[in-house]
């Protein structure tokens, strides 16, 4: 398997974005893309009303009817909550912080405190890297696209919220991509470090917008110096080896998915 790694959304971008390799400048489906009028935007494909050329944009400004489908979900399911890893301030008879006033009011015995952060030890804070499947064929549209990314998003904001730094991957993996040779290739992108705050929007503007896909997911595979097929191959559902680590969200394509898919890891964390 042909595996292209991007460190970040920014190098994607200036990497990939309007320019194949020549092998591939010729492209049908590139050549479709650049050359798309105003007039012939889809929004069941894309997810937006607006010219192909301007779906970096949308990357960069928001992109509503992702966080709209983040919210339905958490509307819709519990999600399992991680251990917390908040820092919360307990008391005894001894500690780092003196309280004058609970000294004054009898509690002698707890009037120094200091802050700990829950379920972590001496370990400090935690990480967790999660990546999701933002790939499809072509019969799948927009909206359902949007589900297992969404999913995801739900999913790291939940071990946000109870303290942890998330690194948040993204990848689409195709079978028969190339014409000759090696077939399978496998994009991923880090769109969240752990050293980054976590940031919602931007989830929603790149995982939860299938435009991302279908822009510049492809303009990976469309780089490429090898000439791809002209269908750019059969979506897979499996993440390439390179994120074994990570907490892996696939084959998530509706909302009863989603349900059945929070009902097996609730059992698995428990």
Request: charged share 25%; aromatic share 10%; proline share 5%.
């Amino acid at each position: 398997m042909i595996v292209k790694t991007y460190d970040s959304l920014s190098e994607l971008m200036d990497k990939v974005h309007k320019k194949p390799s020549p092998a591939n400048s010729q492209n049908p489906l590139y050549l479709g893309m650049i050359s798309q009028k105003e007039k012939e935007y889809n929004e069941s494909w894309y997810g937006v009303k607006l010219q192909t050329r301007k779906i970096p944009g949308i990357i960069k400004s928001g992109y509503k009817p992702g966080l709209d489908m983040i919210e339905r979900i958490k509307s819709k399911i519990t999600i399992t909550p991680p251990p917390s890893l908040r820092r919360k301030r307990t008391f005894a008879d001894f500690g780092d912080e003196y309280d004058i006033h609970r000294a004054r009011n009898g509690h002698i015995d707890t009037a120094w405190s200091k802050c700990k952060r829950e379920g972590s030890g001496n370990s400090g804070r935690r990480h967790i890297k999660i990546a999701v499947n933002i790939g499809g064929n072509c019969y799948r549209t927009a909206d359902s696209l949007m589900y297992g990314p969404a999913y995801g998003i739900v999913i790291a904001d939940a071990y946000a919220s109870a303290g942890y730094h998330v690194e948040f991957w993204v990848y689409a993996t195709t079978s028969g991509t190339f014409i000759g040779g090696e077939k399978d290739h496998s994009t991923i992108v880090k769109i969240l470090s752990s050293d980054m705050p976590f940031d919602i929007e931007l989830l929603a503007n790149t995982a939860g917008f299938p435009g991302f896909f279908r822009t510049l997911i492809w303009e990976s595979f469309l780089s490429d110096s090898r000439p791809v097929s002209g269908g750019l191959g059969r979506a897979v559902e499996s993440p390439p080896a390179d994120l074994s680590d990570a907490l892996k969200i696939n084959n998530i394509d509706s909302m009863d998915a989603i349900i059945r898919a929070e009902s097996r890891r609730t059992k698995e964390t428990v």
